[in-house]
C-alpha cells in the first residue's frame, strides 16, 4: 500500500515538473514575441495551431514578425514572416483556457498560410504585441497550460487530471498585461 501511494506522489510530482517546465517555455516564447516587437519596431504574432494533435494542436507555439514597409505603403499578408521555429511542448500538456484571438478575427494584414511539419493548419489562434511591446488586443489575456490531450478529431481537450466541473486540476497560467509583461499565477 505505501509503494502504491509512494508511486503515486512520485507520478504526480513528475507531471507537476513537466507543467512547470512547459509553462516557463511558454512565458519565454511570450517574452521573446515581445521584445521582438519592440527591438524590430514590428508586430509580432504568437501562433498556437489548435488543428489536430498531428499538426500540434494545443501544444505546438511559433512566432511571426511584420515590419512596416519603409516605402510606407500598406503591409501584406507575405510581408509576415516565420521568426522562431515551432515550439512544442510535451505529450501530456496542452495550451488551453486562453484568450488568443481566433483565426477568424484575421489581424490586418492577415496571416499567410501556416504550415506546421509540412503540413497546413487550418485552425489557430493568435496573440498580437506591438511595437511598443503592449498587446495589440487592447486587453490582457489569460493563458493556461494544463494537463490533458486533444485526441485526433476532438475539437475539446480531455483533461487526464479534472477537478471541480470537469475543469483541469493542475495548470499553471500566464497573465499578459496590456503592456505586454507577463505575471505568472500558479495556483
Do not use: C
Not at 511559433?62 to 514597409?69: A, D, N
Not at 489569460?142 to 494537463?147: C, G, S
Request: glycine content about 10%; cysteine-free.
Amino acid at each position: 500500500m505505501v509503494m502504491l501511494l509512494l508511486g503515486t506522489s512520485l507520478g504526480n510530482s513528475g507531471k507537476a515538473a513537466l507543467l512547470e517546465t512547459s509553462g516557463s517555455r511558454l512565458a519565454g516564447i511570450l517574452s521573446l514575441a515581445r521584445q521582438q516587437a519592440i527591438s524590430r519596431n514590428a508586430i509580432s504574432a504568437v501562433v498556437l495551431s489548435t488543428d489536430s494533435s498531428a499538426k500540434g494542436g494545443l501544444r505546438a507555439l511559433t512566432v511571426y514578425e511584420i515590419v512596416p514597409r519603409a516605402n510606407g505603403a500598406e503591409p501584406s499578408s507575405a510581408d509576415w514572416k516565420q521568426v522562431h521555429p515551432w515550439e512544442v511542448l510535451p505529450d501530456g500538456v496542452l495550451i488551453d483556457g486562453s484568450t488568443f484571438e481566433s483565426a477568424s478575427n484575421a489581424p490586418y494584414p492577415p496571416l499567410p498560410e501556416i504550415h506546421f511539419r509540412g503540413q497546413k493548419v487550418d485552425l489557430y489562434r493568435y496573440l498580437l504585441f506591438s511595437p511598443d511591446g503592449s498587446l495589440l488586443q487592447g486587453e490582457p489575456a489569460r493563458i493556461r497550460v494544463a494537463e490533458g490531450l486533444l485526441p485526433d478529431g476532438a475539437v475539446n481537450p480531455v483533461y487526464t487530471r479534472p477537478g471541480d466541473g470537469g475543469q483541469p486540476a493542475n495548470v499553471y497560467e500566464i497573465s499578459v498585461l496590456i503592456t505586454g509583461l507577463t505575471k505568472i499565477d500558479r495556483p
